[in-house]
T-cell receptor, first 116, second 117 residues
Framework: GAVVSQHPSRVICKSGTSVKIECRSL??????MFWYRQFPKKSLMLMAT?????????EQGVEKDKFLINHASLTLSTLTVTSAHPEDSSFYIC????????????FGPGTRLTVT | AQSVTQPDIHITVSEGASLELRCNYS??????LFWYVQSPGQGLQLLLK??????LVQGIKGFEAEFKRSQSSFNLRKPSVHWSDAAEYFC???????????????FGKGTKLSVIP
């Protein structure tokens, strides 16, 4: 149980275009989903927390207009990287939490974004 | 604010040897502690977690970890390493974001494990 999927697993896009990454909880409803970014040989950096039906909470230094997060249902959150630049190339990982009182998160397999 | 330190960036061990990966945390209250493993290009797999109770916790793949409050540590151990254990290992602490806010995870920088056949 508690499986989280991400789509696509890899994506290559041209500079200036937008790309959408989906995060789905497959066998549970997730009131909260998290988006992380992982730079090469680095740890996971929390970008934002999204709660179903409300606006995402972004961490300091993360551009909310560039990284659009939508959590329209209890099983789906999307991250859209707008006007992508090569420096946005990274590994993006989402996670989901079952309820607000829970500390445990279930992680997706990640999405490798390459901007050319 | 909470923090996690993994002092060893890269560790190399021979197959069959024992392993200990270090993790120290800083948090004002009782922490929720996790160890995750990440293979190249993959997401995170939970190895084990500590919430309360017995300070020695068993996880998957033969891993265990011991919570030592006095040392603010949660070191990961395995008695005999297999070549398939080569991966990146992350320690994380779960803590409330602020006051009565919801929980977030703070990760250490990771330890890369290489295994010599």
């Amino acid at each position: 149980g508690a499986v989280v999927s991400q789509h696509p697993s890899r994506v290559i896009c041209k500079s200036g275009t937008s790309v959408k990454i989906e995060c789905r909880s497959l066998d549970f409803q997730a009131t909260t989903m998290f988006w992380y970014r992982q730079f090469p040989k680095k740890s996971l950096m929390l970008m934002a927390t999204s709660n179903e039906g409300s606006k995402a909470t972004y961490e300091q230094g993360v551009e909310k207009d560039k990284f659009l997060i939508n959590h329209a249902s209890l099983t789906l959150s999307t991250l859209t990287v707008t006007s992508a630049h090569p420096e946005d190339s990274s590994f993006y990982i989402c996670s989901a939490r079952i309820d607000s009182s829970s500390v445990e998160q279930y992680f997706g397999p990640g999405t490798r974004l390459t901007v050319t | 604010a909470q923090s996690v330190t993994q002092p060893d960036i890269h560790i190399t061990v021979s197959e069959g040897a024992s392993l200990e990966l270090r993790c120290n945390y800083s948090y004002g209250a009782t922490p929720y502690l996790f160890w995750y493993v990440q293979s190249p290009g993959q997401g995170l797999q939970l190895l084990l977690k500590y919430f309360s109770g017995d300070t020695l916790v068993q996880g998957i793949k033969g891993f265990e970890a011991e919570f030592k409050r006095s040392q603010s540590s949660f070191n990961l151990r395995k008695p005999s390493v297999h070549w398939s254990d080569a991966a990146e290992y992350f320690c994380a602490v779960g803590a409330r974001y602020s006051g009565a806010g919801s929980y977030q995870l703070t990760f250490g920088k990771g330890t890369k494990l290489s295994v010599i056949p």
